[in-house]
């Protein structure tokens, strides 16, 4: 996903407490710049401040961030010879979403708290299925008639 002009993620969407891969194809990579950093914080105040050497790959810079619990990821980078690409004093700045909480399964542990009305419903939906095969079986022979009691012979 593109949200700016050289700078890729590996996501539709940055989430909080997610990791997130970052490509930058800008100007560090078209000068062939050998070292890049990207500089990151989080919030209006930049906290938990960090800087990342990035990996050179053919694709461009590349590196993994941890992103934590805040409002925005702010970031911007810098070379080996201490320049700065700070998208015009602006920095790089995006929101970051709450976790979608929709999969988290909820109150699972009232089922598993009494294990024997689950067998017990287990046993009774198989002795139902066993009434209604014998039911489905023997009925339409007694109506036919093609039903017959085994009659010993006393020889």
Same mark, same amino acid.
């Given at each position: 996903?593109?949200?700016?002009?050289?700078?890729?993620?590996?996501?539709?969407?940055l989430v909080q407490n997610s990791k997130v891969k970052i490509s930058y194809t800008g100007t560090f990579f078209e000068d062939g710049s050998e070292e890049v950093y990207i500089h990151y914080g989080f919030g209006p105040f930049w906290d938990n401040l960090s800087e990342i050497k990035m990996d050179r790959t053919e694709l461009g810079f590349q590196?993994?961030?941890d992103l934590i619990e805040s409002d925005t990821f702010n970031f911007c980078f810098r070379n080996?010879?201490?320049e700065w690409d700070n998208n015009n004093y !602006? %920095?790089?700045?995006f929101d970051l979403e709450k976790p979608s909480v929709e999969l988290v399964? !909820? %109150?699972?542990?009232?089922a598993l708290d009494r294990p024997n009305r689950l067998r017990k419903s287990y046993l009774w939906s198989k002795k139902i299925r066993l009434a209604i095969y014998k039911i489905i079986t023997y009925v339409p022979k007694l109506i036919s008639g093609n039903y017959k009691k085994k009659l010993y012979?006393?020889?």
């Open positions: 996903m593109e949200l700016v002009k050289n700078i890729f993620f590996n996501t539709d969407k590196t993994e961030i080996g010879k201490n !602006q %920095n790089y700045v399964a !909820q %109150n699972i542990s009232s012979n006393d020889n």
